[in-house]
T-cell receptor, first 119, second 110 residues
Framework: DTAVSQTPKYLVTQMGNDKSIKCEQN?????MYWYKQDSKKFLKIMFS???????INETVPNRFSPKSPDKAHLNLHINSLELGDSAVYFC??????????????????FGPGTRLTVL | KQEVTQIPAALSVPEGENLVLNCSFT??????LQWFRQDPGKGLTSLLL???SQREQTSGRLNASLDKSSGRSTLYIAASQPGDSATYLCAVDSNYQLIWGAGTKLIIKP
């Protein structure tokens, strides 16, 4: 019954490795997001996909590449991991990306997070 | 550029007390504001969402207010319980993105 799931929950890896984090939502939402939460607890958006199309691409290193095989999945692949990549990564989904007048808002539902530690 | 600030960064109160968490934002042109709860090792749970045209929203013991003109929102928790212990984050929907505060870590002492 998990609405937004992420795997793995914990990821410990060496610098220079390539790793992927998977995200799946079973809410039938059109939009999915990746956020990075740094050590100071700030969440910053990294990417957003709407119906498999990239709509938000913040300034992140091009070592980070999102992939959306279908509307229900948004995976995050990271190449050549660096120490500064250590953080908690959250996936989220929402019904719509573009707000319509009078709509109930754009509530985002979050996954449990993936704690990435780069050694 | 939208910035969101939450004060205090941490708060510890005895069980049963009413408390207020604060959130401020620099650009009043927001679509909505959300309050979230984050438990250690768990994901974020949306608590309340206030549309820009609304002044407040209530859910159980929680009441969130929004004053767009002054760039402020408060989350009021009535009759606090140990289970309310968590980090509370506010986020504003600004320019089709959520901009987050750093959160307030709340500890309710039994």
């Amino acid at each position: 019954d998990t609405a937004v799931s992420q795997t793995p929950k914990y990821l410990v890896t060496q610098m220079g490795n390539d790793k992927s984090i998977k995200c799946e939502q079973n809410l039938g939402h059109d939009t999915m997001y990746w956020y990075k939460q740094d050590s100071k607890k700030f969440l910053k958006i990294m990417f957003s996909y709407n119906n498999k199309e990239l709509i938000i691409n913040e300034t992140v290193p091009n070592r980070f590449s999102p992939k959306s095989p279908d509307k229900a999945h948004l995976n995050l692949h990271i190449n050549s991991l660096e120490l500064g990549d250590s953080a908690v990564y959250f996936c989220a989904s929402s019904q719509e990306a573009v707000r319509t007048s009078g709509a109930g808002g754009n509530t985002q539902y979050f996954g449990p997070g993936t704690r990435l530690t780069v050694l | 550029k939208q910035e969101v600030t939450q004060i205090p960064a941490a708060l510890s109160v005895p069980e049963g007390e009413n408390l207020v968490l604060n959130c401020s934002f620099t650009d009043s042109a927001i679509y909505n504001l959300q309050w979230f709860r984050q438990d250690p090792g768990k994901g974020l749970t949306s608590l309340l969402l206030i549309q820009s045209s609304q002044r407040e929203q209530t859910s159980g013991r929680l009441n969130a207010s929004l004053d767009k003109s002054s760039g402020r929102s408060t989350l009021y928790i009535a009759a606090s319980q140990p289970g309310d212990s968590a980090t509370y984050l506010c986020a504003v929907d600004s320019n089709y993105q959520l901009i987050w505060g750093a959160g307030t870590k709340l500890i309710i002492k039994p």
